[in-house]
């Protein structure tokens, strides 16, 4: 059997919760008869790349989807592109605040996501689901992680696909930020399970307009 592994952050920020993982625990443990395993991954510089890069050399993974919260998006974001750049507005979950620095000195400047991200986001708006293509992960851990992952398949993991999904706000979380986007865990789960079965049944992209003039 086929396996993909999905990953959320735990609470970052001060928040209680985070959308991503809450999320993660909702998708269905086996979808289109391939294996969904979930783990939790800190929100810490360089550690979460190593608990991500074990889990993969433990599972074996054929696809790695990583998700976090990117608060202030109106909708589910499936990434394009991760840059080999740290550079935190606020300290990580141990303090870490690494600013203009390197994630991997023999790492390319960038790497492209392989997920099928406009598929992705297809079929999310099919399903109701507000959906976009992202182009950047910004500069804390998601794109950290983001770009640890493409790396780790780069050079270690050839026959993995992988990338990142950004989730807006819980509905929960907004009670005290007015005017805030949100969307409830229930549908952010349904987007991350509708999201796998577009990787499924996408190896490669569709050809769909998905860029942004600015």
């Known amino acids: ?27 269905p443990s ?3 008869g391939v294996k969904i395993i979930k783990l939790e991954i800190p929100t810490v510089f360089d550690k979460s790349i190593q608990v991500l890069d074990e889990a993969m050399m433990e599972i074996q993974p054929d696809v790695v989807i990583n998700v976090g919260q990117a608060g202030n998006r109106f909708g589910i974001t499936p990434e394009r592109i991760a840059i080999n750049e740290d550079d935190a507005r606020i300290k990580d979950n141990e303090g870490n605040q690494p600013i203009d620095t390197p994630i991997v000195e023999d790492g390319a400047s960038a790497y492209f996501s392989t997920l099928p ?22 500069t804390f851990v998601c794109n950290h992680l983001m770009y640890g992952l493409m ?10 696909r992988g990338g990142f999904i950004h989730v807006p706000y819980a509905t929960e979380q907004v009670l005290d930020k007015p005017n805030s986007p949100s969307l409830s865990i229930e549908q952010i789960a349904k987007g991350l399970e509708v999201s796998i079965e577009a990787v499924i049944d996408n190896v490669e992209d569709i050809k769909v307009v998905g860029g942004e003039i600015s």
């Open 151 to 160: 790396y780790l398949i780069d050079k270690k993991y050839p026959n993995t």
């Open 30 to 32: 086996e979808i289109k």
């Open 1 to 27: 059997m086929k396996k993909i592994l999905i990953t959320g952050f735990d609470p970052f920020g001060g928040e209680s919760m985070n959308p991503a993982y809450e999320a993660v625990k909702l998708v």
């Open 117 to 138: 991200i406009k598929a992705m986001v297809e079929k999310m708006k099919e399903k109701g689901i507000p959906a976009s293509v992202s182009n950047t992960a910004g």
